[in-house]
């Protein structure tokens, strides 16, 4: 079996965007709701924040215990990374989840300004200036044999689109509308000239849509 | 988190039918027919016998995926395990499975008759005369933290659903009726005063239902 690169758990909004505008510190996804976007997921027994026993183990919860099946390493954007632009002014930032971050893999961020890698427990995050291809074969050979997900945001899951590069796409929509931001589609029907697509509505309210090369 | 005891991917009939009767050595499955039951599991890419690398990565196949994750023993019937009823003639069968069973697991064989352990590639088959409770006691120890396997067939199932001893069940409907068999429910909404109960049709024509305890 060869290693696939695989979308997982990417949410977007019934109009289309991953996130909004106006990404800062305090507001990861800019103008989108966090709470509205993933409240689905956060709901579920194994969400990896989850401190207590409970949770719902249906539907929703097979996605959020699929997310770190057979993965060996993460290719995110830099905006997944972090809110800054441009050159690093230092490198105090160390990403948005703390001193243990849910990858628990190498992390490869694609950035025009690379930095030294560094390690936050048995996550390491690499910085690299290269094209999709060039990334996911480094990411590839960090794996060790087993699958990469791509972590997106929106636009970064764009690029590895147009260059063919994504074998398989799990894409939550929510029930809430945004109007502009990082946009990942105008409709989900644009991929099925190259996917299969499975839409399966939810009992939470978001809808799964499951892609798979044709 | 505690070691919990999950049906995973039980196949039952519009009708509630696990399998039909007249089990035999050449019919698993009595008179039920196996390819209409089980074509939904057998089509996703991630089948256990699949030998090449098609198959679908939609709904089904997340299911199929998740049949061992954080498995650590698994539970079964006698008839399950063989057509043979009453005292062993012989030790000679060994199971419907092959050289290598899909357990990779210890497995507790229930059974008025025991027989001496044995193992086949990483599946070892251990043959108790006791209660549900008990044998689960001894598979929660086999299982070394993980959860617990209950196969079935249905028979087991409604022993284990009687002791109020099964934590998450995963079973799916397929659009054939039996009309006779081994019963697992009149309908699933029997389970709704104990546990919460998603409804999920895939496009392949299964219903797939998913319970967790209240």
Redesign the interface.
């Known amino acids: 079996?060869?290693q696939l690169l695989r979308v997982q758990n990417f949410n977007v909004t019934r109009d289309g965007f991953g996130a909004g505008e106006n990404q800062s510190l305090e507001r990861p996804f800019g103008d989108a709701d966090p709470g509205a976007m993933f409240a689905w997921a956060g709901a579920t027994?194994s969400w990896p924040a989850r401190t207590d026993?409970g949770g719902?183990?249906?539907?929703d919860d097979?996605?959020t215990?699929?997310f770190t099946?057979n993965i060996g390493a993460e290719i995110m954007g830099r905006n997944k990374f972090g809110p800054q632009r441009g050159p690093w002014r230092d490198h105090d930032w160390r990403g948005w989840w703390g001193d243990e971050p849910p990858f628990h893999t190498p992390v490869f961020v694609l950035t025009h300004h690379p930095r030294p890698s560094f390690t936050l427990a048995d996550t390491t995050f690499h910085f690299v200036d290269t094209d999709p291809a060039s990334v996911l074969d480094q990411a590839r050979e960090a794996a060790q044999g087993k699958d990469v997900r791509l972590g997106g945001g929106a636009t970064t899951i764009r690029q590895f689109l147009d260059a063919d590069l994504v074998d398989?796409m799990h894409v939550a929509v929510s029930p809430v509308e945004l109007g502009s931001g990082s946009r990942l589609w105008e409709s989900p029907d644009e991929l099925r000239d190259r996917f299969?697509l499975?839409v399966?509505p939810?009992?939470s309210g978001v809808v799964?849509h499951?892609f798979?090369r044709k």
């Open positions: 079996m060869s027994a026993s719902s183990r249906g539907l097979y996605f215990r699929d099946r398989t299969h499975e399966v939810s009992p799964h499951l798979w």
